[in-house]
């Protein structure tokens, strides 16, 4: 099955949460991302609490697709791990490398002050490959997830800009549905109701994606390079 991906949560340097998805990808991707952080920001980034203590209830949330209300149960990668292949390769291997993906990998790092809890929080989105020079925003996974993905060389030239703007994502949709409409497979009515379907999507999505650059901030190469090395295999998770 195609559209796998993953998505990790490190807290003050702990890998907290390891999941991998089946049918996860593009808005639903942008959706998980926006509630998962608003969860964690609203709930746990408080003087007395600790998200270590609650990293089943934080992944269940991350398995919700709030916006379009439906539930993706994920792999936990750590128990994975512990259960097949402790003696086939490291930890870091299996968790970042070994993973199939065809819809990119979501890196979250929280950093807080556990008596102040004055924190910090920072992503990326990477692509299939792993590629740290391809780290994204969620502007720019959505036009990588829906065009670039195809069309490389044109998403890493226009990636290069600092100031680029990734709006080719929306129009995509709009796309597939003329082209489903000009080979006959809908007619004009089913036409109509999926781009008024589309509106919303595009209305959420842009919603969420806005979220993420309001309350986190992209991490740099440096960063996302010392996330994927670190050493976990010492965490509790995998004794």
Same mark, same amino acid.
């Given at each position: 099955m195609g559209q796998r991906s993953q998505i990790y949560v490190r807290y003050n340097g702990h890998l907290m949460m390891a999941n991998y998805y089946q049918w996860n990808y593009g808005e639903r991707m942008i959706s998980r991302a926006r509630y998962g952080i608003e969860y964690l920001i609203e709930n746990f980034l408080e003087p007395g609490y600790s998200p270590l203590h609650y990293a089943n209830k934080i992944s269940r949330i991350f398995d919700v697709n709030f916006d379009m209300k439906d539930v993706q149960i994920s792999s936990n990668i750590f128990k994975e791990y512990k259960e097949f292949? =402790?003696? #086939? $390769? =490291?930890? /870091? #291997?299996? $968790?970042?490398?070994?993973? @199939? /993906? /065809? #819809?990119?990998? +979501? +890196? *979250? #790092? *929280?950093?807080? @002050?556990e008596s102040t809890k004055i924190y910090e929080v920072k992503y990326a989105f990477l692509d299939n490959e792993l590629n740290v020079d391809r780290r994204m925003t969620a502007e720019a996974y959505l036009f990588w997830n829906h065009i670039g993905y195809y069309h490389t060389n044109e998403f890493d030239e226009q990636h290069k800009e600092e100031s680029a703007v990734y709006t080719d994502w929306q129009k995509s949709y709009y796309d597939t549905n003329r082209e489903m409409l000009k080979q006959g497979i809908i007619g004009y009515k089913e036409f109509e109701k999926r781009n008024k379907e589309v509106d919303e999507i595009i209305d959420y999505t842009q919603d969420n994606a806005d979220y993420l650059s309001a309350v986190a901030s992209l991490m740099d190469k440096e960063e996302v390079i010392e996330y994927l090395t670190k050493d976990y295999s010492r965490q509790e998770e995998l004794k």
């Open positions: 292949f =402790t003696e #086939d $390769c =490291t930890f /870091n #291997d299996y $968790c970042f490398e070994w993973q @199939d /993906n /065809n #819809d990119g990998r +979501l +890196l *979250i #790092d *929280i950093t807080a @002050d």
